[in-house]
């Protein structure tokens, strides 16, 4: 976001596309056309990236498929975290392609330019506007690309108002949306930022560890949500909670020493004896 109000932490989501860019093939906010004409919408090949010698990732390459979910998983220093900073511009590759759709180079693109192209990263901990309300956290992200004091006092239209309220539903704190953000659990301020990051309607939807610190019903509740936003949206979630990744149903990408140890589904991938021997143990 532009601003951030006096009362509320710095938020750490970043945002994705207005809603104008959501068909297969729509504008995004550059005029550039998201080309997803053979199916894919995240290309990495070769990606090399090196901290003083050490290699985070290592000719790594991976491909993801216009609304699919996909979880990656692996031991600490696998480089699953450089992988996600790859993909939204924080990190420049070494060497190797990155590529949304088949035409929009990552490599050659700012964060910003990447948010607003349609890729939308949630981190670990969830970070919302803790003393605005629900709907308050679902307006400022739906107008995140103006300035806060306009955004509180804009009159939102009927379509403005449905949206917020579909989502909200989607999310299940449709309840709660006159309950101020610092009231909710910790699952639901994990809800309520993945709903914000929904209010852009991403194309590409990252998650770092989404349901650390989860109760058992809340983390059901999540898997019921990433299940239901595949599809329209393509998810890339890295967790180390084999249950949750279970409970998805699905591909599994292994990471280790910054390259692609194996995939398949989780059933698959649990039984490589590469895979138990790095991550899994005997």
């Not at 480089?79 to 050659?108: E, H, N």
Request: overall charge negative; charged content about 25%.
């Amino acid at each position: 976001m532009n601003a951030t109000p006096a009362t509320a932490p710095a938020a750490e989501i970043e945002v994705a596309a207005p809603r104008a860019g959501v068909a297969a093939t729509g504008h995004v906010a550059s005029g550039e056309v998201l080309d997803l004409s053979h199916n894919v919408i995240l290309y990495l090949d070769s990606i090399t990236v090196s901290f003083d010698g050490f290699k985070a990732l290592n000719d790594l390459s991976l491909a993801i498929d216009v609304g699919e979910l996909r979880c990656i998983i692996g031991p600490n220093g696998a480089g699953k975290t450089t992988l996600m900073d790859v993909v939204t511009g924080k990190t420049r590759p070494d060497s190797g392609s990155a590529f949304f759709g088949q035409t929009m180079d990552l490599t050659r693109m700012t964060e910003p330019q990447i948010a607003h192209a349609g890729i939308g990263r949630k981190f670990q901990k969830p970070t919302v506007f803790e003393n605005h309300t629900v709907f308050e956290n679902m307006e400022l992200a739906m107008k995140a690309d103006k300035r806060v004091r306009r955004a509180l006092f804009a009159r939102l239209s009927d379509d403005d108002l449905d949206h917020i309220a579909a989502v909200l539903m989607q999310i299940r704190l449709d309840r709660y949306a006159n309950r101020s953000a610092g009231l909710l659990s910790h699952g639901q301020k994990q809800w309520l930022e993945i709903g914000m990051l929904l209010m852009q309607e991403p194309r590409l939807l990252l998650l770092d560890e989404p349901v650390a610190g989860m109760t058992d019903e809340e983390t059901e509740r999540t898997a019921e949500l990433f299940v239901s936003l595949a599809g329209k949206h393509s998810l890339v979630v890295v967790e180390h909670d084999m249950s949750f990744v279970e409970a998805l149903g699905s591909p599994v990408t292994v990471l280790c020493d910054g390259s692609v140890l194996a995939e398949g589904s989780l059933a698959e991938v649990q039984e490589d004896p590469r895979v138990i021997e790095v991550y899994l143990g005997r």
